[in-house]
């Protein structure tokens, strides 16, 4: 890039679904500067627009200045803000004959067989989705089970409504999700699902896209370990070998709820200028967001970037929120110290470990084979053996399911000298004052 860097760099543009990192990156923002964006809904929206070749629809990549291959760059998460008035989520089922292979990113019109078929929307409804070409009802997706739901102007709950309320949305569904203008995505809101009323639920919101650009073009919804094994062997243009996606992948889709205002993560680089990117915000999730889908929300982000020269990570760390960390996992206290420390001195230990949070993300086909991923990156890390990072996982952390079938976060405290050695330090005292 030749143009000078900006300290603040404004998105409000998206990609088609395709993470490339041929296509032109915003900026370049400084190192230690901000992007600042407007970001639209993820999941459902673009599960059920067929011209998008991706998952989900998040904005256009921003190169960092200064970020080259084999470096990290650390996001501080300064602010998340829904703007959604109200959305709609819920189980889904795909729909035979709209899709090559993959619904989230090789649609087809199941009449007259165009991909990526432009749609329109007529009426409400999950026949409303019809192909320009032929005016076939469209859509990959459907419900099984689903809801709509609407936010208080706080933005501290939501209730899901019934039929009468859904459909008064689903008539204005752009104004209810405040969809940003460059979003092509049809609004969720359509479909108007009301199976559930009447239920409350706490407003979290947190990033379910947050990264950096792979190495080679990837869905955007594929940009992980267990999204990404339906493109080994596909039968689409975006397949690629189980080796190509363990080696481009940056597993920027997570859903990982911890990832909200105050955490830090920690991203690989592997192409020139990082190509940070977001999305898919949600205004709430459990662990594991089992039901494949939660409350997808438009929304204004505002991250602080920093370059961290030579630190050559495969995959993501997370430095959560103290309060998000497992029991387990939370810096010692004073009084915890003095009675550790006293402890040892009984048995003849003249110092105990000085130690501090850390959560390594992985990623794989299943729960297990994303768990294998995240306790390999950790030892690699912190030079470590896998058995050892398991039994610190174990007496000082956690295995948390971010995102059901395979993202995880292996958290635990790690010895602090371990984690000057890689360069880590300075971001873990920021978040954790250790």
């Known amino acids: 890039m030749t143009r000078s860097a900006c300290q603040t760099v404004f998105v409000n543009t998206f990609t088609n679904g395709i993470l490339d990192p041929r296509q032109p990156m915003l900026g370049p923002v400084r190192d230690g500067g901000y992007i600042v964006a407007n970001t639209t809904p993820g999941c459902w929206g673009p599960m059920i627009t067929p011209a998008l070749r991706g998952g989900h629809e998040v904005t256009q990549p921003v190169y960092v200045e200064g970020a080259e291959i084999g470096d990290a760059i650390a996001i501080r998460i300064r602010s998340i803000r829904v703007t959604s008035i109200a959305t709609a989520s819920g189980n889904d089922q795909t729909v035979e004959g709209t899709y090559i292979g993959d619904p989230y990113c090789a649609r087809k019109c199941p009449n007259c067989g165009t991909m990526y078929p432009e749609t329109r929307l007529e009426g409400i409804g999950q026949g409303a989705v019809r192909c320009v070409n032929c005016g076939a009802d469209a859509t990959p997706f459907k419900f099984t089970n689903g809801y709509t739901i609407a936010f208080d102007p706080t933005y501290r709950l939501g209730v899901t409504l019934h039929r009468e309320a859904a459909e008064r949305i689903a008539k204005?569904?752009?104004?209810?999700?405040?969809?940003?203008?460059?979003?092509?995505?049809?609004?969720?809101?359509?479909?108007?699902?009301?199976?559930?009323?009447?239920?409350?639920?706490?407003?979290?919101?947190?990033?379910?896209?947050?990264?950096t650009t792979p190495a080679r073009a990837l869905p955007d919804s594929h940009n992980a370990g267990d999204f990404g094994s339906f493109l080994i062997d596909a039968p689409h243009e975006y397949a690629l070998t189980a080796d190509e996606l363990d080696r481009v992948r940056t597993d920027g889709h997570?859903?990982?709820?911890?990832?909200?205002?105050?955490?830090?993560?920690?991203?690989?680089?592997?192409?020139?200028g990082g190509g940070v990117y977001l999305g898919d915000m949600h205004a709430l999730q459990g662990d594991g967001e089992i039901a494949g889908h939660t409350c997808d929300v438009s929304g204004i982000v505002t991250l602080?970037?920093?370059?961290?020269?030579?630190?050559?990570?495969?995959?993501?760390?997370?430095?959560p929120n103290v309060e998000d960390l497992p029991y387990l996992s939370k810096p010692l206290t004073n009084e915890e110290k003095r009675l550790a420390q006293a402890e040892a001195a009984k048995w003849g230990l003249k110092s105990i470990e000085e130690v501090a949070p850390i959560s390594v993300i992985g990623t794989g086909s299943n729960l297990n084979a994303a768990t294998d991923n995240g306790l390999q990156r950790a030892a690699?890390?912190?030079?470590?053996?896998?058995?050892?990072?398991m039994n610190r996982a174990t007496i000082t952390g956690s295995i948390e399911i971010g995102r059901h079938p395979g993202v995880i976060t292996v958290t635990f405290l790690a010895p602090i000298e371990r984690l000057e050695r890689v360069g880590l330090l300075p971001w873990v005292k920021e978040q954790y004052g250790v």
Request: aromatic share 4%; with cysteine; net charge positive.
């Open 172 to 211: 204005e569904g752009r104004k209810y999700m405040a969809t940003p203008e460059n979003s092509i995505q049809n609004p969720i809101v359509t479909f108007a699902p009301h199976d559930i009323v009447g239920a409350v639920a706490r407003v979290r919101p947190f990033l379910g896209q947050l990264g």
């Open 254 to 272: 997570m859903d990982i709820n911890r990832v909200r205002e105050g955490a830090i993560l920690i991203c690989p680089v592997k192409v020139p």
């Open 380 to 389: 690699r890390l912190l030079e470590m053996t896998v058995p050892e990072v």
């Open 304 to 319: 602080q970037v920093h370059v961290i020269k030579g630190l050559n990570i495969d995959g993501p760390i997370l430095l």
